[in-house]
Nanobody, 121 residues
Framework: VQLVESGGGLVQPGGSLRLSCAAS????????MRWYRQAPGKERDLVAS????????KYVDSVKDRFTISRDNAKNTVYLQMNSLKPEDTAVYYC???????????????WGQGTQVTVSS
């Protein structure tokens, strides 16, 4: 399993970013995919998840109506569109693959290297 995140950067409050996670080495279309984030000194927390078909998504309350998770199974890629960004969204964002197609629960140890998102004026 290989996961490579990209798209992070520095953005002003209220701005937008689109994160991508390119997957390889496994049957991407069979796996649920998740985005987690980890702020300095804090635990890694689940932000959003999507089933293998893309038919069901789930979000943590703090990002509902601002973030959108999506996937393109033909490109083996999962995305996280982040709008109306806030300073508290600052974190390293990681994608994660779940072979059981579960949206919540303990993550499997399939992680990318992460991409830094910094929201600051």
């Amino acid at each position: 399993v290989q996961l490579v995140e990209s798209g992070g950067g520095l953005v002003q409050p209220g701005g937008s970013l689109r994160l991508s996670c390119a997957a390889s080495g496994f049957a991407f279309s069979r796996y649920a995919m998740r985005w987690y984030r980890q702020a300095p000194g804090k635990e890694r927390d689940l932000v959003a998840s999507i089933t293998n078909s893309g038919g069901t998504t789930k979000y943590v309350d703090s990002v509902k109506d601002r973030f959108t998770i999506s996937r393109d199974n033909a490109k083996n890629t999962v995305y996280l569109q982040m709008n109306s960004l806030k300073p508290e969204d600052t974190a390293v964002y990681y994608c994660n693959a779940n072979p059981l197609n579960l949206l919540i629960g303990d993550p499997f140890n399939y992680w990318g290297q992460g991409t830094q998102v910094t929201v600051s004026s």
